[in-house]
């Protein structure tokens, strides 16, 4: 099916882990993003990226790692989680600068 | 700069009743503006966008905002509001002169809307 999707949807792991949350979307978009939202602070941009290979830090990259190597798919890692790190995580691409990104479901990641 | 303002964390309002969403804005050039919905455990979903043109755009599900450039706003609504309405709204602008294509987002209102 066309779209974005992330996974997983529901993530448990402890602090000082690594993990990794996938995007792929279908369209070929060229733009992609990562949000992560918490309650008290709408969404912030951590990562994102204009085509493949390129990618670029946003509000709150500390902690997160991107690569894009694909143009459809940009997985995000976690190198060494941590408590703060507990959100759920949005994945979006758009298709130019002017049109409005298509956001995936998210994943909630738990950091314990 | 470019930020965006969303004046209300929460919107009540009776099911048929008209229902407004308030969102200001500030950018240096001209704006791009959008509005986005996201119900539970889902992704944001695009509402309606003004680039140019008419200040009154129309969208999906039956929404509409009107682009004021003299008080910098952007409000989403909905004539007759209803009970599936109630969901989390964001506004979203981005300066069309910015060297960024990055859109800033509002914190986001929950509206609800009461049988």
């Known amino acids: 099916d066309a779209g974005i999707t992330q996974s997983p949807r529901y993530k448990i792991t402890e602090t000082g882990r690594q993990v990794t949350l996938m995007c792929h979307q279908t369209?070929?978009?060229?733009?992609m993003f990562w949000y992560r939202q918490d309650l008290g602070h709408g969404l912030r941009l951590i990562y994102y990226?204009?085509?493949?290979?390129?990618?670029d830090k946003g509000e709150v990259p500390d902690g997160y790692v991107v690569s894009r190597s694909k143009t459809e798919n940009f997985p995000l890692t976690l190198e060494s989680a941590t408590r703060s790190q507990t959100s759920v995580y949005f994945c979006?691409?758009?298709?130019?600068?002017?049109?409005?990104?298509?956001f995936g479901d998210g994943t909630r990641l738990s950091i314990l | 700069a470019q930020s965006v303002a969303q004046p209300e964390d929460q919107v009540n309002v009776a099911e048929g009743n008209p229902l407004t969403v308030k969102c200001t804005y500030s950018?240096?050039?001209?704006?791009?503006l959008f509005w986005y919905v996201q119900y539970p455990n889902r992704g944001l979903q695009f509402l309606l966008k003004?680039?140019?043109?008419?200040?009154l755009v129309k969208g999906s599900y039956g929404f509409e905002a009107e682009f004021n450039k003299s008080q910098t706003s952007f409000h989403l609504k909905k004539p007759s509001a209803l009970v599936s309405d109630s969901a989390l709204y964001f506004c979203?602008?981005?300066?069309?002169?910015?060297?960024?294509?990055?859109?800033?987002f509002g914190r986001g209102t929950s509206l609800i809307v009461h049988p």
């Open positions: 003004y680039i140019t043109g008419d200040n």
């Open positions: 990226s204009a085509a493949a290979d390129i990618t």
């Open positions: 979203a602008v981005r300066d069309i002169e910015g060297g960024s294509y990055i859109p800033t």
């Open positions: 979006a691409s758009s298709e130019s600068r002017h049109q409005p990104q298509h």
């Open positions: 950018v240096s050039g001209n704006p791009y």
């Open positions: 369209w070929s978009h060229s733009y």
